[in-house]
């Protein structure tokens, strides 16, 4: 059984003054919806303390969007898991379509955060996904496999635990345009079936594979009920609170 993960990426969005206000409403909307699922907010570096602060003790995690790949030094600009573990940051989204895009992080970059991360005891979501080019030239399987080969390599079979993936086919985020259900389902269970074949299938059948891309209020159900979606990696919805309740609610 694996329970439902949803999660939103704040992306460069949210002050810290601002992030305190809405993780405060957030958290009362959630407690008083009785949400019943595994939630986490991923605010930008400096908007993280003022979030941790304000969700202290409730059960919506605060995750960072990126990481350094180094634990210190002379890295102008980065960040290190120690600074985030300080916050009582545990958690880290790698390898998002965006980072890898426009900062050019390739996948031999990005799994050398992830085994990072993992050596600090981090939990990690690696993100995976296509674009609208790959898709149509017929190259989605190789993409994923590429991504998801690269992004854990030398993961060990007992690390899977601390992994997440969030499919994002790239054509799909803030777009406005999601991936059929359909569509969605048959890219995680190639990525299920694929992590099967690179660990286990106990190791694939645990793995909670999230789905990002345009989600909002009315698509969450339908793509919540596939056998392989479960969870999401909610960008453009995840801030508001109008907007992001039914989503962590949807299935109340
Ligand atoms: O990390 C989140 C994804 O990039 C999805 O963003 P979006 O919901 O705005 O399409």
Redesign the pocket.
């Known amino acids: 059984m694996r329970t439902p993960y949803i999660a939103g ?1 704040w ?1 460069m969005n949210m002050t810290p003054s601002a992030g305190k206000a809405f993780a405060e409403e957030l958290r009362a909307a959630a407690e008083k919806a009785g949400a019943d699922v595994k939630m986490m907010v991923a605010p930008p570096f400096v908007t993280i303390p003022a979030v941790a602060e304000a969700l202290k003790g409730s059960n919506i995690i605060v995750a960072a969007q990126n990481m350094a790949d180094h634990t210190s030094g002379a890295y102008t600009g980065e960040v290190a898991p120690a600074m985030l573990k300080d916050l009582g940051v545990n958690t880290v ?1 790698l390898g ?3 980072r890898r895009s426009y900062y050019g992080e390739t996948d031999a970059y990005i799994n050398g955060k992830v085994l990072l991360a993992i050596k600090e005891g981090m939990d990690v979501v690696l ?1 995976v996904g296509e674009t609208l080019e790959e898709r149509e030239g017929g190259k989605l399987e190789e993409v994923l496999s590429t991504q998801l080969s690269g992004g854990l390599k030398d993961v060990k079979p007992e690390e899977m635990a601390h992994i997440t993936i ?1 499919y ?1 086919p790239v054509w ?4 406005g345009k999601t991936a059929t259900p359909e569509d969605a389902d048959g890219a995680h269970q190639f990525i299920r079936s694929f992590v099967a074949k690179m660990y286990d299938s106990t190791i694939a059948e645990n793995l909670i594979i999230q789905y ?5 209020a009315s698509n969450v159900k339908a793509l919540m009920a596939k056998e392989n979606i479960d969870g999401a ?6 801030l508001s609170v109008e907007k992001f309740l039914p989503i962590i609610t949807f299935n109340k």
């Not at 799909?172 to 777009?175: E, K, P, Q, W």
């Not at 990002?212 to 909002?216: A, T």
């Not at 990696?233 to 995840?238: D, K, N, P, R, T």
Request: hydrophobic share 35%; aromatic share 0%; proline share 0%.
């Open positions: 990426n992306k989204i998002h379509s965006e993100c969030a994002e799909a985020i803030g777009t990002g891309g345009s989600v909002n990696l909610v960008g453009g919805a995840s």
